[in-house]
T-cell receptor, first 116, second 114 residues
């Protein structure tokens, strides 16, 4: 099975712009989660989607949003970019919704975003 | 509130020696515990998890972890370290109640010296 794929892998934007990142989960996986990884803050949970619905949300401002399509692919959008948004954005998929908590999340390679 | 602590930013160990990467947690309810490894410019790779049952969990690449409920710990171990084990290791916890969000530790950089 193909793993989680994320596009693009690298991105350079300037302050004030917006960006959309894409994630394709492992085939058959219905849950997609997004994380922001920075050297200072570590891995921070952004949100989780299951069946096109947001199931969980982290403590990020409203500039960060996401959605999931009927084929389970997901996108996240960051509007009005700030320098502090520079990070590695990781997507992870798992088979279920998290209702049992047992599922393993499988991560993509990430999108490295640099905001200038 | 759920939390995970990885008390060591970096662990150095000589090749061939046993290694331990420490993790302690705090959750309400019973925990599900996970270890992931991250190599440079890569995403996280799953190593092992504890759900229930035997406290000693065996995972990928010869790693194992021991769940200790009384000490609320889930330390990652390997009997004989390899240089190729050098990477960033993350412990994560999910509670069996509530929102089931993953909470990750801050990561421990393992350096295996030849």
């Amino acid at each position: 099975k193909a793993g989680v794929t994320q596009t693009p892998r690298y991105l350079i934007k300037t302050r004030g712009q917006q960006v959309t990142l894409s994630c394709s989960p492992i085939s058959g996986h219905r849950s997609v989660s997004w994380y922001q990884q920075t050297p200072g803050q570590g891995l921070q949970f952004l949100f989780e989607y299951f069946s096109e619905t947001q199931r969980n949300k982290g403590n990020f401002p409203g500039r960060f949003s996401g959605r999931q399509f009927s084929n389970s692919r997901s996108e996240m959008n960051v509007s009005t970019l700030e320098l502090g948004d520079s990070a590695l954005y990781l997507c992870a998929s798992s088979p279920e919704s998290g209702a049992s908590g047992r599922e393993t999340q499988y991560f993509g390679p990430g999108t490295r975003l640099l905001v200038l | 509130a759920q939390s995970v602590a990885q008390p060591e930013d970096q662990v150095n160990v000589a090749e061939g020696n046993p290694l331990t990467v420490k993790c302690t947690y705090s959750v309400s309810g019973n925990p599900y515990l996970f270890w992931y490894v991250q190599y440079p410019n890569r995403g996280l790779q799953f190593l092992l998890k504890y759900i229930t049952g035997d406290n000693l969990v065996k995972g990928s690449y010869g790693f194992e972890a021991e769940f200790n409920k009384s000490q609320t710990s889930f330390h990652l171990k390997k009997p004989s370290a390899l240089v190729s084990d050098s990477a960033l290791y993350f412990c994560a916890v999910r509670s069996t109640s509530g929102t089931y969000k993953y909470i990750f530790g801050t990561g421990t950089r393992l350096k295996v010296l030849a």
